[in-house]
């Protein structure tokens, strides 16, 4: 693949974040739930949230909760280049990959969103490198390794940028963000499926306040 310059692809995601280190990454299978899942997370302090292209309706929940307001609402797993195209025409900030495609990173240029791809090695990091990417997602973070894992595979490459996801937790989340290479910590546990079946959305408000204060601190 020809080699790009840094472009703004990757570095704008800390834009769209506006400082925020914390993304709930979100599984919604019902657009009904759109609306208040967007009011709860705002409500305890998000600014931004990812939305998985893992459910038949995920492209609408994405619509609806960029229309809602209050947050700056990313696509993730990601894995088409025409997936990236529906995800920026429903409202898609930015789009998040579990691997590195060059089809999907042109798309996303194409498009002049931030697209964040994911590696697991140096290989697959130094391909996204020569893409023109720095702000790569460390995933699956915690299966991979974790912290230990994060901080041998940032040490060669010290203008990269993680966004780790993947088995995070509250318990674990603080300890990512103290490490320099880390821009944000990616995490589903602030709303899961069980909370958005049972429609607790209060929940969600309290487990997201509690993460944003975590993130700040």
């Not at 310059?5 to 919604?28: E, F, K, S």
């Not at 998000?46 to 209050?70: I, S, W």
């Amino acid at each position: 693949m020809t080699a790009h310059p840094t472009d703004g692809l990757t570095t704008g995601l800390a834009r769209v974040l506006a400082g925020a280190r914390l993304l709930p990454v979100l599984t919604v299978p019902s657009p009904a739930t759109a609306g208040p899942l967007a009011d709860a997370l705002a409500a305890g302090g998000a600014r931004c949230a990812e939305v998985t292209f893992r459910t038949r309706r995920a492209e609408r929940v994405l619509k609806e909760m960029a229309a809602h307001g209050g947050l700056a609402v990313g696509a993730g797993t990601v894995l088409t280049p025409e997936q990236a195209e529906r995800a920026v025409a429903a409202g898609a900030r930015f789009v998040v990959s579990p691997g590195f495609d060059e089809e999907v990173v042109a798309k996303c240029r194409e498009l002049g969103v931030p697209v964040v791809p994911g590696v697991a090695t140096a290989t697959e990091l130094m391909r996204a490198l020569k893409a023109g990417l720095d702000t790569l997602k460390l995933f699956p973070a915690e299966p991979l390794g974790g912290l230990r894992a994060l901080r041998a595979l940032a040490a060669p490459f010290p203008s990269t940028r993680f966004v780790p996801t993947g088995g995070i937790d509250a318990s674990r989340m603080a300890a990512y963000l103290a490490d320099p290479a880390v821009l944000a910590v990616g995490g589903s546990w602030m709303a899961t499926a069980a909370h958005l079946e049972r429609g607790d959305y209060d929940e969600i408000r309290r487990l997201t306040a509690d993460a944003v204060e975590r993130s700040t601190t």
